[in-house]
């Protein structure tokens, strides 16, 4: 039932800007912490930039200065806004959603939801 998808991806030249979005439903969306991850050809998944549900935000060195990462609990989105882009920009850019539930018996349990994907391409 928890669902996130993505929108926003496309085509843009360097220097460009792209606002990408991330819908969220089936969870309780302020208890999680929201990040956008990217994943290149030929490279592993990185992370790109994360909000928590007390709204701290981080972002990987290659992006500071340029994105900016959001969320609106109100409409259960998150928001990462992508200036400056740069060819190396390019990949499929994903949406996550995390939280770690602790306290438990059993020890923590983690919720994990992933979007289906944006793709993003940067032409040189």
């Known amino acids: 039932q928890a669902q996130l998808v993505e929108s926003g991806g496309g085509l843009v030249q360097t220097g460009g800007s792209l606002r990408l979005s991330c819908a969220a439903s089936g969870i309780i969306f302020s208890f999680y912490t929201l990040s956008w991850y990217r994943q290149a050809p030929g490279k592993q998944r990185e992370l790109v930039a994360d909000?928590?549900?007390?709204?701290?935000?981080n972002y990987a060195d290659s992006v500071k200065g340029r994105f900016t990462i959001s969320r609106d609990n109100a409409k259960k989105m998150v928001y990462l806004q992508m200036n400056s882009l740069l060819p190396e920009d390019t990949a499929d850019y994903y949406c996550n959603a995390n939280w770690l539930l602790d306290g438990v018996a059993g020890g923590p349990k983690k919720f994990n939801y992933w979007g289906q994907g944006t793709q993003v391409t940067v032409s040189s």
């Open positions: 909000i928590t549900n007390g709204g701290s935000t």
